[in-house]
């Protein structure tokens, strides 16, 4: 079982930029990717996208190509997630989740079996 722990999320304004952490703990391995995933009220969940902890490989979802960026300290059992440009359909709760192992980039919320408790990004003026 792997444990995730998210920090980072607040309110900001349109334009502005916010960093999200996630820290695993737990059974890790090197087979297992961390994906990013986010709902806004009323929406279903959204896969953001992904990043292999083996190769740093990653995978985007085209709404926020270009303006976020996965990254990972493997010393820290940390992923993160840099959200630049920040426009206010960005909103949503923000999810890192551990993918079962074997499955690297796939954007189907069942290949992931850990997630984090969810962290609220706001973007408004």
């Known amino acids: 079982q792997v444990q995730l722990v998210e920090s980072g999320g607040g309110l900001v304004q349109p334009g502005d930029s916010l960093r999200l952490s996630c820290a695993a703990s737990?059974?890790?391995?090197?087979?297992?990717?961390m994906g990013w995933f986010r709902q806004a009220p009323g929406k279903e969940r959204e896969f953001v996208g992904s990043?292999?902890?083996?190769?740093?490989?990653?995978y985007y979802a085209d709404s926020v190509k270009g303006r976020f960026t996965f990254s990972r300290d493997n010393g820290k059992n940390t992923v993160y997630l840099q959200m630049n440009s920040l426009k206010p359909e960005d909103t949503a709760v923000y999810y890192c989740?551990?993918?079962?192992?074997?499955?690297?980039?796939?954007?189907?919320?069942?290949?992931?079996?850990?997630w984090g408790q969810g962290a609220q990004v706001t973007v408004s003026s």
């Open positions: 989740a551990a993918s079962k192992p074997g499955y690297s980039g796939t954007s189907r919320s069942d290949d992931y079996d850990s």
């Open positions: 737990g059974r890790l391995s090197s087979s297992y990717a």
């Open positions: 990043i292999s902890w083996n190769s740093g490989r990653t």
